[in-house]
């Protein structure tokens, strides 16, 4: 399989599925006929490049290129995965899908993002029914994993799974959808709360900040890592879910929401909502608030992976997918990342305490590759780092683009010593040095002692190809900034 994604309809949407693909290494073809197209999708990558590595503590693959045609057949002609994205009308999207498959492979998946047709009306009139699945998205895509996949009763399922297989080879999460329903599940949701958002808006009893705020510092935060239900099974206390159905489920007959009526759309009440989100968030562009909604993804996506919950453990098992063995070479590169949000402090550059992490990813990097690796710290074997030298030579801001190279200056017997230099990646500026001493242990006595064979040859093999280029340049004293 070729990997060749095709975007059809540049919007917010499209614009961040196109950026998604080629990050994850695809070349991507956009057709779009709006003239601002390229300029519109070309800022929505920028922000996609800044955030996105920024999840990863591994090198994200190569980028892949994206193109703009402005014919469709040439588009999607030969791609792999085609994402349809254009605008929720159904007569505009039967027309296109219609167009995609007179032009396509039969063997190409064909994704739509819509957010409230059902496969089988998108379906409807379709050369092959069952190529047609629908990939629901959230935005950013970019960002949030979530894909809505609904097949539909006409499913051709070697297309459906070659769908699940390429999200997940990107980093998303495919949901299977087993049943048609308007709107799919997550919209479902939203829309409740959208209803009873403008309920209490219309009535007076909260305005647009208030709404936002008893969601962003309340429940929001306990469903972007337990969801729905598992946030109740614990609200339930010992005697778990039952005991919360029982407790609250008499509640259910109480007049406390109007899900099922919707107060008059009027232009009163669009001006209304209107006003109290400007004076909300108008202070901000879009584009601004764009970056700080990235911002908080990031450090919200990376503190779950910390703890391998969630759309963290999605992210880490995504991760171990991109992680490249090191090969002997002088020096070795030990490390390639983005510098994340969550790694700044106060003055806007990378905290002191970062350098120590990434120093400690370099030298983890090593031991993986001389085979003192998860395995063989089980049988209860490690190095234990003794002593280290940081010197911060140069700022290290958000964002940037950091590699860092390592070179073994002594490996004898129970002893290993590590040279690392972390460089800025654009211009190979050295930005801080770690000498590193550590010493081989058995963590049954906690107390010094050999190698075993197989990781002492290891390390002896690359202090003989380190030994004469080893030392590196002599540490620069801290420049003037």
């Known amino acids: 399989m070729n990997k060749i994604a095709a975007i059809v309809g540049g919007g917010v949407i499209g614009g961040g599925w196109a950026a998604r693909f080629a990050l994850m290494g695809w070349d991507v073809r956009v057709f779009d006929p709006d003239p601002e197209a390229q300029r519109k999708i070309g800022e929505v990558v920028a922000g996609a490049e800044r955030a996105l590595p920024?999840?990863?503590?591994?090198?994200?693959?190569?980028?892949?290129?994206?193109?703009?045609?402005?014919?469709?057949?040439?588009?999607?002609?030969?791609?792999?995965?085609?994402?349809?994205?254009?605008?929720?009308?159904?007569?505009?999207?039967?027309?296109?899908?219609?167009?995609?498959?007179?032009?396509?492979?039969?063997?190409?998946?064909?994704?739509?993002?819509?957010?409230?047709?059902?496969?089988?009306?998108?379906?409807?009139?379709?050369?092959?029914?069952?190529?047609?699945?629908?990939?629901?998205?959230?935005?950013?895509?970019?960002?949030?994993?979530?894909?809505?996949?609904?097949?539909?009763?006409?499913?051709?399922?070697?297309i459906f799974e070659q769908a699940c297989d390429i999200l997940r080879?990107?980093?998303?999460?495919?949901?299977?959808?087993q049943a048609e329903i308007d709107a799919h599940i997550a919209d479902r949701f939203l829309e409740a709360v959208w209803r009873e958002a403008l309920w209490l808006v219309n009535d007076g009893i909260a305005t647009t900040e208030q709404i936002d705020n008893a969601i962003r510092y309340g429940f929001g935060l306990r469903w972007a890592q337990m969801g729905l239900f598992?946030?109740?099974?614990?609200?339930?206390?010992?005697?778990?879910?039952?005991?919360?159905?029982?407790?609250?489920?008499?509640?259910?007959?109480?007049?406390?929401?109007?899900?099922?009526d919707v107060p008059e759309f009027t232009d009163e009440l669009v001006d209304l909502i209107a006003g109290q989100s400007d004076a909300q968030s108008g202070h901000m562009s879009i584009r601004q608030l764009e970056r700080l909604r990235d911002n908080n993804l990031v450090a919200m996506l990376r503190a779950l992976k910390g703890q391998?919950?969630?759309?963290?453990?999605?992210?880490?098992?995504?991760?171990a997918t991109m992680q490249q063995p090191l090969v002997d070479e002088v020096p070795l590169i030990t490390v390639r990342r983005k510098v994340p949000v969550d790694w700044v402090d106060v003055n806007g550059h990378m905290n002191e305490g970062r350098y120590g992490q990434v120093f400690s990813d370099a030298s983890e990097a090593?031991?993986?590759?001389?085979?003192?690796?998860?395995?063989?710290?089980?049988?209860?074997?490690?190095?234990?780092?003794?002593?280290?030298s940081i010197k911060y030579l140069a700022e290290t801001l958000v964002g940037e683009d950091i590699l860092v190279e390592t070179r073994v200056t002594l490996g004898d017997g129970k002893k290993l010593r590590l040279w690392h230099e972390m460089k800025r990646a654009a211009d190979g500026e050295m930005l801080a040095s770690c000498d590193q001493f550590l010493l081989h242990v058995s963590l049954a006595t906690r107390r010094s002692c050999p190698p075993l064979a197989d990781v002492r040859d290891a390390v002896e093999r690359l202090a003989r190809l380190h030994a004469g280029a080893s030392e590196g340049p002599a540490p620069r004293a801290p420049r003037d900034i």
Request: charged fraction near 20%; proline fraction near 8%.
């Open 54 to 158: 920024m999840l990863y503590d591994a090198p994200m693959p190569a980028r892949g290129t994206i193109s703009f045609h402005t014919d469709l057949a040439e588009a999607v002609a030969g791609a792999a995965y085609i994402q349809e994205s254009v605008p929720e009308r159904l007569e505009l999207k039967h027309k296109v899908l219609a167009a995609i498959q007179a032009a396509c492979s039969p063997e190409s998946v064909i994704g739509s993002s819509t957010s409230g047709f059902k496969p089988s009306e998108l379906q409807q009139g379709a050369a092959r029914p069952g190529q047609i699945v629908v990939a629901h998205p959230f935005n950013p895509v970019y960002l949030l994993p979530l894909v809505e996949l609904v097949p539909g009763d006409d499913a051709d399922e070697p």
């Open 169 to 177: 080879a990107i980093g998303m999460y495919p949901l299977h959808v």
């Open 230 to 260: 598992e946030t109740y099974r614990v609200a339930g206390g010992e005697a778990g879910m039952r005991h919360f159905m029982e407790q609250f489920g008499p509640c259910l007959k109480w007049p406390w929401t109007k899900l099922m």
């Open 308 to 319: 391998e919950a969630a759309a963290g453990k999605l992210i880490l098992d995504h991760e």
């Open 366 to 388: 090593v031991m993986t590759h001389v085979g003192a690796d998860r395995a063989y710290i089980a049988a209860g074997h490690s190095y234990f780092t003794a002593e280290t």
